[in-house]
């Protein structure tokens, strides 16, 4: 499964971002696609999931209310909604895909690249 993010950026204190996560060779169907950052000087964390279908979603207690994952099953891709982004959130931010993703996975059979997300106050 090939995966590219995009969408990163510089963005002030609550501004909004949108991520994107595409799959070029389109295998992503069957899959869940999550959404992981990794700040600086932290560890790689969950932030959002959704299922294979798009009817269940998961995020980290740290993002709900701010972001919103979704999926087009039919164009293979995945986005997520950043709003009322924080500086906190600034991180290097990643798509994965596997056949389940949650709040506890802490990887993922397939990452694509990571896109930046940096958050000015």
């Given at each position: 499964v090939q995966l590219q993010?995009?969408?990163g950026g510089l963005v002030q204190a609550g501004?909004?971002?949108t991520l994107s996560c595409a799959n070029p060779t389109r295998t992503l169907s069957s899959k869940a696609v999550g959404w992981f950052r990794q700040g600086?000087?932290?560890v790689r964390e969950f932030v959002a999931s959704i299922n294979?279908?798009?009817?269940?979603a998961y995020y980290a207690n740290s993002v709900k209310g701010r972001f919103t994952v979704s999926r087009d099953v039919a164009k293979n891709t995945a986005s997520l909604q950043m709003?009322?982004?924080?500086?906190?959130?600034?991180?290097v931010y990643f798509c994965a895909a596997d056949t389940n993703l949650g709040p506890f996975s802490?990887?993922?059979?397939h990452w694509g690249q990571g896109t930046q997300v940096t958050v000015s106050s």
């Amino acid at each position: 499964v090939q995966l590219q993010a995009s969408g990163g950026g510089l963005v002030q204190a609550g501004g909004s971002l949108t991520l994107s996560c595409a799959n070029p060779t389109r295998t992503l169907s069957s899959k869940a696609v999550g959404w992981f950052r990794q700040g600086p000087g932290k560890v790689r964390e969950f932030v959002a999931s959704i299922n294979w279908n798009g009817d269940t979603a998961y995020y980290a207690n740290s993002v709900k209310g701010r972001f919103t994952v979704s999926r087009d099953v039919a164009k293979n891709t995945a986005s997520l909604q950043m709003n009322n982004l924080k500086r906190e959130d600034t991180a290097v931010y990643f798509c994965a895909a596997d056949t389940n993703l949650g709040p506890f996975s802490v990887g993922a059979d397939h990452w694509g690249q990571g896109t930046q997300v940096t958050v000015s106050s």
